[in-house]
């Protein structure tokens, strides 16, 4: 009887941990960066300031994860984050007796939203990218129109400006919710049935639906729950700017797509790390806070803001994947046999 060594799971561990390994490299670079360079972007108070609004980039990028990792993309995000801002603002009509219902109103119309976005995609089979711009467009028309029945200078109710600004051992309560999202989802697709179905549609679609995995209606589920999550962003969004108004906030368009990616998704589909993706997002946010503590311009900021979306899709984890993949069958073929590889043993 001949057999063979197994291979070390150890070994199949680190191949599949090297994709995420990246953003926290970058992340450790531009500590290193801040520290000779923009100290004062490390201080208490800088990183109290920055804190929150990371963790909204991240809570967004976790709802565009969720979509990348079905092979689309969602770029109705700004639309859909601002409208939750702005029903806060109307429906919340600067009463602390009404932050429920302009929750549950924001939360609902977001997932009639991507209800909306799933049954063109996963239903219909139409193009993710052109779907998902125009529901945008869509979205961002009923804000216009919806903005024109309150005072532009509506406020969030106090309360819950209170509650988002509102500090847990020194730290944000918004940065905390988003850490605790992020948990969620970590144990979701670790321990639950429902969590390794919808890996298993991600990697492979063709497969799951030959095991009786409902595909499609995973890919319209997601796109639920994505808004939703947009929705909770704006949401918190509404009660750090206090008064939010209606312009779109497209900053939130591109940053959630270049978190996922730096966090080591592909943009094919596939598996992908919460924690990576909430981790790029702080990343990303730190980033910023330290090009302009270094005072530099607006235009050298898109310059290396690009750059770094340039440098994720490089460093892919895909191609660091294969990279790996590749090294280890380069060093297989290389080692002489020893006739320690197969054993046989004689019963």
Do not use: H
Request: charged content about 10%; hydrophobic content about 55%.
């Amino acid at each position: 009887m001949t057999t063979s060594r197994a291979p070390s799971s150890a070994l199949t561990q680190f191949v599949v941990a090297s994709r995420y390994m990246p953003v926290y490299i970058a992340l450790s670079v531009l500590i290193v960066v801040a520290f000779i360079w923009a100290r004062p972007a490390l201080s208490n108070v800088a990183l109290s300031a920055i804190a929150p609004y990371g963790a909204l980039l991240g809570i967004t990028a976790l709802g565009q994860m969720l979509v990348v990792m079905t092979g689309g993309i969602d770029l109705s995000t700004p639309a859909t984050l601002t409208l939750a801002m702005v029903i806060m603002t109307g429906v919340g009509m600067q009463s602390d007796d009404r932050i429920g219902l302009a929750i549950l109103v924001a939360l609902g119309v977001a997932a009639l939203i991507g209800l909306l976005n799933g049954i063109l995609i996963g239903g219909l089979k139409l193009n993710a990218l052109i779907v998902t711009l125009a529901v945008g467009q869509v979205v961002v028309g009923v804000i216009n129109r919806y903005g024109r029945t309150f005072p532009v200078q509506s406020q969030a109710p106090a309360g819950w400006t209170q509650m988002t600004t509102n500090r847990i051992l020194g730290i944000s309560s918004v940065f905390w919710a988003g850490l605790l999202l992020t948990l969620l989802l970590m144990l979701g697709f670790r321990y639950t049935s429902i969590g390794r179905k919808f890996q298993a549609v991600g990697a492979n679609p063709v497969a799951s639906n030959v095991v009786g995995v409902r595909v499609n209606l995973n890919q319209i589920l997601v796109y639920v729950v994505a808004a939703v999550f947009y929705a909770a962003a704006g949401l918190a969004l509404a009660g750090l700017l206090r008064t939010p108004g209606v312009a779109v906030n497209n900053q939130y368009l591109l940053g959630p797509i270049a978190a996922v990616v730096i966090g080591g998704a592909s943009l094919a589909g596939g598996l992908a790390s919460s924690a990576s993706t909430f981790v790029a997002a702080v990343f990303l946010t730190g980033l910023n806070q330290v090009m302009r503590t270094m005072g530099l311009g607006t235009a050298w900021q898109f310059v290396v803001f690009g750059l770094v979306i340039i440098g994720g899709m490089l460093v892919s984890g895909d191609r660091i994947i294969r990279a790996v993949e590749q090294l280890l069958r380069e060093r297989r073929r290389s080692r002489p046999p020893d006739g320690r590889e197969t054993r046989a043993e004689t019963t």
